[in-house]
């Protein structure tokens, strides 16, 4: 099928370079000319396990093509993805103005009846103001003879595994009461879809709520354990115990438990606070995903007051190691990472932070230029070196390993506080070092 793209970003881009191998003809368009020049020399703008192979290969066939052209996008596909951000707003409602401006650029470049294809994460109400905008805007340009379908169709990718849950989706939600646009997607999708039916169909607003109610259900599941973990090291409890006894529940399940330093990346608190925002404006206050956001707000501290309580006289003047600047592993995306909370707190009281992650360095500097409080290095050891203490805070695989005996005779002050939960408390003991992670017993 001809399809096109609104917006390359993490979503966007992965999902047309998915489409075009399984042989669709699929046309990107972006509103950043640089993203655009250098995905046309076949340069992946994110870090994702699979992108690289697939971004070359579908270029070399043809099937993909990337421009800041819209007309050229408009006049290809007969469906049309809208990938575009959907940042929070002030009052955290999600700021839709990205994706109506690319509705409204659609409606008056297109000459064709066309489907739009909501991929962006929208508040509920969406599409019908979607379907509304472009209704307006055919009618101003005197196009009204022409026809605009609207899907709601939220994807559910994992930034660090996105190409493959795009391939290999669990379930694909197509949020339409349109006939033809059902059959559209249904054929779009076959290729996805060929062990058993993935398409669950469903009206647009129930497509909407859908995405939300996911990212909720597991941000809740985070913010539960962290709140556990933080009482197991009141009551001298082993939280690591705690999450593999409740996991082996069935009913239960061992995803998404782990305690850790709070969640982050640019969808769950940004969704979270949206439907917040949502149920506060249709007069239903969620009481717990208001309490799920504070107990997450205040774990992004976690790693920052436990090294507080080490240095009683202040962290002024300290260097300390930090592996893992990305959000989570395997991808190079820092937005809101829990890494951020802690530099930017060790920098107000003065400290320097030697820093390494495998894939999130150059988008480190991007954030943050250079400053002679942040020494990026080229190596995990290369952050040891004049340490006083090491912070861990992402579950990178190359942090693994690590000889204790020799990371003992590394730091001054012989501290590790591990956001992750990567070690056993014990060894770390028995080569000497003050080992802290969340919600664990402290090993004398
Ligand atoms: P992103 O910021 O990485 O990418 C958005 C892209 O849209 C940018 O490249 C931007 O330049 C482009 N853009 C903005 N306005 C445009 C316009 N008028 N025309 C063409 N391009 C335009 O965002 P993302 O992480 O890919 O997220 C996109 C949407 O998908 C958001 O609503 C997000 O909540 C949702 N989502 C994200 C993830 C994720 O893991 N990142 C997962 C599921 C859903």
């Not at 579908?58 to 951000?85: C, E, M, P, W």
């Not at 026809?147 to 379930?171: H, I, Q, T």
Request: glycine share 6%.
């Amino acid at each position: 099928m001809d399809v096109s793209v609104f917006g390359t970003g993490y979503v966007g881009l992965v999902q047309a370079v998915t489409m075009a191998d399984v042989g669709h003809r699929v046309v990107c368009v972006d509103i950043d000319a640089n993203k655009i020049k250098q995905l046309q020399r076949a340069v992946p703008t994110i870090h994702e396990p699979g992108l690289s192979t697939l971004l070359e290969d579908n270029l070399k066939a043809a099937r993909l093509s990337f421009t800041t052209q819209a007309s050229d996008a408009v006049a290809h596909g007969s469906l049309i993805f809208i990938a575009v951000g959907t940042p929070p707003d002030e009052d955290g409602s999600a700021d839709l103005h990205h994706v109506l401006d690319v509705t409204r650029t659609i409606v008056g470049l297109m000459n064709e009846d066309r489907t739009l294809v909501i991929k962006s994460t929208v508040p509920v109400g969406t599409a019908r103001q979607v379907e509304q905008t472009a209704r307006e805007e055919l009618s101003r340009l005197g196009k009204a003879h022409l026809c605009v379908r609207v899907v709601s169709n939220p994807e559910f990718l994992k930034e660090g595994s996105a190409v493959s849950d795009c391939m290999r989706p669990d379930r694909i939600i197509v949020g339409t009461e349109d006939e033809l646009a059902r059959s559209q997607l249904a054929e779009l999708y076959a290729p996805f879809c060929r062990n058993h039916d993935k398409l669950m169909l469903m009206d647009n607003r129930s497509a909407e709520l859908t995405k939300y109610a996911a990212n909720a259900m597991l941000a809740t599941r985070i913010s539960f354990m962290n709140e556990l973990a933080n009482l197991a090291e009141i009551l001298e409890a082993d939280i690591e115990a705690v999450r593999k006894g409740i996991g082996s529940d069935p009913r239960i399940g061992y995803h998404f438990i782990y305690p850790g330093c709070g969640f982050g990346g640019s969808c769950f608190p940004k969704d979270i606070r949206a439907l917040l925002h949502t149920a506060e404006h249709n007069g239903l206050p969620l009481r717990l995903l208001q309490t799920v956001s504070d107990i997450n707000d205040a774990q992004r501290h976690v790693l920052f007051r436990k090294l507080q309580q080490h240095f009683p006289d202040g962290l002024a003047g300290k260097s300390i190691a930090v592996w893992g600047l990305a959000f989570k592993p395997n991808t190079d995306d820092m937005r809101e990472a829990p890494s951020r909370y802690l530099m930017e707190a060790l920098w107000r009281e003065g400290a320097t932070v030697r820093a390494y992650d495998p894939e999130a360095m150059s988008e480190c500097r991007r954030l943050y230029g250079y400053r002679e409080d942040l020494v990026l290095c080229p190596t995990r050891d290369d952050t040891l070196l004049d340490a006083d203490a090491l912070v861990i805070c992402t579950e990178w695989k190359t942090f693994r390993v690590v000889d204790f005996d020799w990371l003992a005779s590394k730091l001054r002050a012989g501290l590790v506080i591990d956001g992750r939960n990567l070690y056993n408390p014990q060894q770390l003991a028995n080569a000497g070092l003050l080992y802290q992670g969340i919600g664990l017993p402290q090993i004398a």
